[in-house]
Nanobody, 124 residues
Framework: QVQLVESGGGLVQAGGSLRLSCAASGRTFSSYNMGWFRQAPGKERELVAAIWRSGSSTYYADSVKGRFTLSRDNAKNTVYLQMDSLKPEDTAVYYC?????????????????WGQGTQVTVSS
């Protein structure tokens, strides 16, 4: 079993920054692909960014490219999402997720474990 705990959400003005953290426990962290998803009211959950097991490859949604940076620290069992130049449309609940089965994973159903979510609100 893998437990994921997110932190770092909050309220920020447009153009500001936040850093989300996701701490994992349970199995060997370095064997997971890690993803950050977000879900706004009335919308489907979407993949924002993902980082693969080795940490050498990352994926970003087009909407966040150049503004968000995902990194992992396997020694601390933690993945970070640095969010800069935030926009009101980034407002959502952000979820950390772990995939232990696939080479890469971009769909919610491919992820096995989920955190409880953290609210990010960007005011205009």
């Amino acid at each position: 079993q893998v437990q994921l705990v997110e932190s770092g959400g909050g309220l920020v003005q447009a153009g500001g920054s936040l850093r989300l953290s996701c701490a994992a426990s349970g199995r060997t962290f370095s064997s997971y692909n890690m993803g950050w998803f977000r879900q706004a009211p009335g919308k489907e959950r979407e993949l924002v960014a993902a980082i693969w097991r080795s940490g050498s490859s990352t994926y970003y949604a087009d909407s966040v490219k150049g503004r968000f940076t995902l990194s992992r620290d396997n020694a601390k069992n933690t993945v970070y999402l640095q969010m800069d130049s935030l926009k009101p449309e980034d407002t959502a609940v952000y979820y950390c997720a772990a995939d232990v089965r696939h080479l890469i994973a971009t769909r919610p159903y491919e992820y096995d474990y989920w955190g409880q979510g953290t609210q990010v609100t960007v005011s205009s």
